[in-house]
């Protein structure tokens, strides 16, 4: 795991060596095991390194003949396409992942993305041609933004060094603003937040040449007959996931797992440990919950229970070293600047702030954990997949409580925030085809994989990179992800029990109670202590008349929001963010404004 950064522009860029380097160091956390550059005329390539794989030969940027690559990720079927690339004569001076993508890419061109299984963004520049490539992960694992304007072409794994260039400013119009607040913590397709910022697609590449683009989308799910019984079905996914899973405990350094107590970290815990028990090993896992949970936390209909009973059951059946991590309230709202900064915009409060801090405390031993992100997405776990009054809404079933959004926005603005949601998901599910577009559950999958499922991706993705640790995401795995796709939803929840396929699937190796247990969300904090932390920081910026939050925001809303006494607000962005996590996010909004020097056009 890495960062990327590199710079084409049609003048001489030997004078701006020294603006890139201070670019790349933006992106630090992402990679402190090597730093290197590649740097000629008018290109310039940079790159920080998490080293997980054939720890002494594997730096870059790495060049073979006219072609450097700078990559960030992990492929996870290496060793097949190694095989394939040297029965065509190509020979190997390193075993890291790098080296085969990038004589991939050498021997079969932009075909080589759909050769790849991992989770990666890369950009390869050839010398001869003076083209550049960009390629990213199937559904958006790794990041990759990218810049277009005035005769300079940048890429990076991150948003802060483009805007450190200093080509553009961060700007923001009407137009992100609504895009942010409509949609947010989630975001547009294809946004990189700011005007003339640009994020590449997932499933997508880019060649770059001659100061023109090419975008072409190389994967997307397909339509295929599949007539398999339950039975069969049940079997399948088992047998995919479990090689998944394997496939991914591919490293040179050790790994642990997340184990909530939920199916999806638990399926990945056993397979894991046992995996290791057959090498005489011991999976360390790890959880986070917060100070004093147990004593304020409420049961509701989206969170039926505290995590800790089932971890227990989970590690004494597979006799894990299991480490509990507490996080407090004065750290939970501390680490909010932190997540912010390396998530580049607000995201999800304390959501991000905890997973920030959670992955500080792994990554003191480990590099490389697996987590169970995907799963509900696929299988059908979230309440929209199965709650009419959720699925039957033509919009985005997870963005809750428009109406307040609206309100809470400055009346002068003239932003209609459910023009921009609709529109958004309209031009969405046009990317069905017609035939999938009539079909409730094809719709709910595919937004769920383009929307929901990319901001949890992103999330795992910057605040564990954040604290320099790897995550790995196998139910993300592609090959199960199109036979999903193709199966009936009556597979996947069934007798009023969500993810029923999956948890048939893998009955054998769970107890009871956690094979029964009911979906839980990630653990977010209940004590009455973080509301007053988050209240009193918004408050502080409110003191500030220059705020543009006077600007963007109707203040007499957020006041009463401030003084109601009442978690009255339903969850504005899934299942986890109330009152806290807005109040959270809008003082994040602020500081971010502050942070970036932002520019506001409205």
């Not at 998490?50 to 730096?59: R, S």
Request: aromatic share 12%; net charge positive; with cysteine.
């Amino acid at each position: 795991m890495c960062a990327i950064l590199g710079w084409i522009s049609q003048n001489d860029l030997n004078k701006e060596k020294d603006k890139f380097k201070r670019m790349l160091e933006f992106m630090s956390m992402r990679g402190k095991d090597n730093t290197d550059y590649y740097l000629k005329n008018n290109i310039m390539l940079g790159h920080k390194r998490l080293a997980i794989i054939d720890l002494e030969n594997g730096n870059q940027p790495m060049t073979y003949n006219d072609y450097t690559i700078v990559y960030n990720g992990e492929l996870y079927n290496t060793k097949q396409l190694k095989e394939e690339l040297l029965d065509k004569g190509y020979s190997f001076f390193t075993n890291s992942d790098t080296e085969v993508v990038l004589k991939g890419y050498i021997c079969y061109k932009e075909k080589i993305m759909n050769k790849l299984e991992g989770i990666y963004a890369f950009g390869i520049y050839n010398d001869k041609d003076k083209s550049l490539f960009l390629g990213r992960d199937r559904l958006g694992i790794k990041p990759l933004y990218y810049l277009n304007k005035n005769k300079n072409f940048i890429f990076s794994s991150m948003i802060k060094p483009i805007l450190e260039s200093k080509i553009i400013k961060p700007i923001l119009t009407k137009k992100e603003i609504g895009e942010l607040l409509a949609l947010g913590p989630s975001k547009k397709i294809g946004s990189g937040i700011f005007k003339n910022i640009k994020e590449l697609r997932a499933a997508h590449y880019l060649i770059y040449k001659k100061g023109k683009i090419k975008i072409k989308r190389y994967w997307n799910v397909k339509d295929k007959k599949n007539n398999d019984t339950f039975e069969e079905a049940s079997n399948k996914v088992k047998n995919i996931l479990t090689d998944a899973i394997k496939d991914q405990m591919v490293s040179d350094t050790p790994i642990a797992t997340l184990l909530s107590g939920g199916i999806d970290s638990s399926i990945i815990t056993a397979i894991v440990a046992d995996t290791l028990k057959k090498e005489n090993k011991i999976l360390t896992t790890y959880s986070i919950d917060y100070e004093d949970n147990n004593k304020y936390f409420k049961k509701n209909s989206f969170t039926v229970s505290l995590d800790e009973y089932f971890i227990n059951l989970m590690s004494k059946k597979y006799h894990t070293n299991h480490k509990y991590k507490i996080i407090s309230q004065k750290e939970l709202a501390k680490y909010l600047e932190k997540s912010l900064t390396a998530r580049d915009y607000p995201g999800m409060a304390d959501i991000d702030s905890s997973l920030l801090w959670f992955s500080e405390q792994i990554s003191k031993d480990y590099k490389v954990i697996l987590s169970g992100e995907c799963a509900d997405e696929i299988f059908g776990g979230y309440p929209w997949f199965y709650r009419s009054e959720l699925n039957e809404r033509k919009n985005f079933p997870w963005i809750n409580n428009l109406d307040y959004r609206q309100k809470l926005l400055n009346k002068n603005l003239k932003i209609n925030l459910k023009k921009i949601c609709k529109k958004e998901y309209k031009k969405t599910i046009k990317e069905l085809p017609r035939h999938d577009r009539k079909n409730k559950y094809k719709k709910l999958f595919y937004i769920n994989m383009t929307h929901f499922m990319t901001t949890l991706l992103d999330r795992k993705d910057r605040m564990t990179m954040g604290a320099t640790l790897e995550a790995r995401v196998p139910f993300s795995n592609t090959k199960l992800v199109e036979y999903l796709w193709n199966l009936p939803f009556e597979y996947k929840y069934k007798s009023n029990i969500e993810k029923y396929l999956l948890r048939d699937a893998f009955k054998d190796i769970l107890p009871n109670e956690v094979l029964n247990r009911k979906k839980n969300p990630y653990p977010k904090t209940h004590n009455p202590a973080y509301l007053k932390l988050v209240t009193n920081l918004l408050k502080k910026r409110l003191k500030n008349k220059d705020s543009y939050l006077y600007k963007i925001f109707n203040i007499k809303e957020i006041e009463n929001l401030l003084n109601s006494k009442d978690d009255d607000i339903l969850p504005w962005f899934g299942q986890l963010m109330t009152k806290p996590q807005l109040i959270a996010y809008l003082y994040q909004f602020d500081l971010w404004i502050e942070k970036y020097n932002i520019e506001i056009k409205i």
